[in-house]
């Protein structure tokens, strides 16, 4: 098939690569660099580096909301867009423009998880499993029917990165598939009402919260983990929580720290959890017990 892939994070990296492979990828639409550093140096997106090395077109449109973009699109003759953690809202002329129209790589089990944040959303919740949906891109915000899922075990130590690399290879896998023989899946209607929205991730609610329980406080610990990170301060210093145990037999107030040798403790709303791996402002992620041979809490 003739491709058009639009996606911009890590997450799109591994089935832009199996498109590149596997297909005509004739363009690859993707957010447009932003400065970072220390130097204001503008950064391409993971995906805009990967379309680079291949040769590939790579457009950053700010919006494509506009009638010269979306002409511009049409005219690439493509059967198909991809889409994975793109970043912009597809208009109707968008959606419309191609066969085959928009395919979008969304890293849950639809209809459970629509929005920015599936992957966190789902091990915060405490879901025992998650996966990735192949669906058509509709108006609606992840309301187009499905044609392809495939499931993933959430174990109980899994954190937010591994759960986001093993989706990403999921997608590659899925998209492969539905691209090769795309009769073989017929669409699927979702269910409104086992719908729910996984909302962007606010910084604010990574600031811990030690009146929460042991038990969700470990999933959102683990959810977020290694970013955003939830975070505590302590003596003016901020300290993210990387890796946590909910821990039995320890009786702590919420917010109570106990320093054990090697091993820190903290008191939740019910329960405790012990700190395994932090990482101190400025500093880089370390074992507890490394820290608190020069910190004591």
């Known amino acids: 098939?003739?491709?058009?892939?639009?996606?911009?994070?890590?997450?799109?990296?591994?089935?832009?690569?199996?498109?590149?492979?596997?297909?005509?990828?004739?363009?690859?639409?993707?957010?447009?660099?932003?400065?970072?550093?220390?130097?204001?140096?503008?950064n391409k997106t993971p995906v805009h580096l990967v379309a680079e090395a291949n040769g590939i077109e790579v457009r950053t449109p700010k919006t494509l909301r506009n009638v010269d973009e979306q002409q511009k699109f049409a005219a690439l003759n493509a059967d198909v867009a991809v889409v994975a953690a793109y970043g912009l809202i597809l208009p109707k002329p968008v959606l419309e423009a191609y066969p085959f129209g928009c395919l979008n790589i969304h890293a849950s089990l639809l209809p459970r998880w629509r929005g920015a944040a599936p992957i966190q959303r789902a091990i915060e919740a405490g879901d025992k499993q998650s996966?990735?949906?192949?669906?058509?891109?509709?108006?609606?915000?992840?309301?187009?029917?499905?044609?392809?899922?495939?499931?993933?075990?959430?174990t109980p130590t899994m954190n937010g990165e591994m759960l986001h690399d093993e989706l990403a290879e999921i997608g590659a896998d899925l998209i492969s598939a539905v691209l090769k023989a795309p009769q073989k899946y017929p669409p699927q209607r979702?269910?409104?009402?086992?719908?729910?929205?996984?909302?962007?991730?606010d910084k604010a609610e990574c600031l811990i919260d030690w009146q929460m329980s042991a038990n969700n406080l470990y999933n959102k610990i683990r959810a977020f983990s290694p970013f955003p990170a939830m975070f505590f301060e302590h003596k003016g210093e901020r300290?993210?929580?990387?890796?946590?145990?909910?821990?039995?037999?320890?009786?702590?107030?919420a917010g109570?720290?106990?320093?054990?040798?090697?091993?820190?403790?903290?008191?939740?709303?019910?329960?405790?959890?012990?700190?395994?791996?932090?990482?101190r402002q400025g500093k880089k992620p370390m074992a507890v017990a490394e820290l608190l041979r020069g910190y004591t809490f």
């Not at 669906?135 to 993933?152: H, N, R, S, W, Y």
């Not at 979702?190 to 991730?201: S, V």
């Not at 109570?256 to 791996?277: E, M, N, P, R």
């Open 239 to 253: 300290f993210k929580v990387l890796r946590a145990l909910i821990t039995e037999n320890m009786t702590l107030s």
């Open 1 to 42: 098939m003739r491709v058009v892939f639009m996606g911009t994070p890590d997450f799109a990296v591994p089935a832009l690569q199996r498109l590149i492979k596997e297909h005509e990828v004739v363009c690859v639409y993707t957010r447009e660099p932003k400065p970072a550093g220390r130097g204001n140096k503008l």
């Open 256 to 279: 109570q720290i106990k320093q054990d040798g090697d091993s820190l403790f903290v008191g939740c709303g019910v329960g405790a959890l012990q700190i395994l791996d932090i990482q």
């Open 190 to 201: 979702q269910d409104e009402a086992q719908a729910c929205y996984a909302a962007k991730i």
């Open 131 to 154: 996966g990735v949906t192949i669906m058509q891109v509709a108006e609606g915000l992840d309301t187009g029917d499905m044609l392809l899922k495939g499931e993933v075990e959430i």
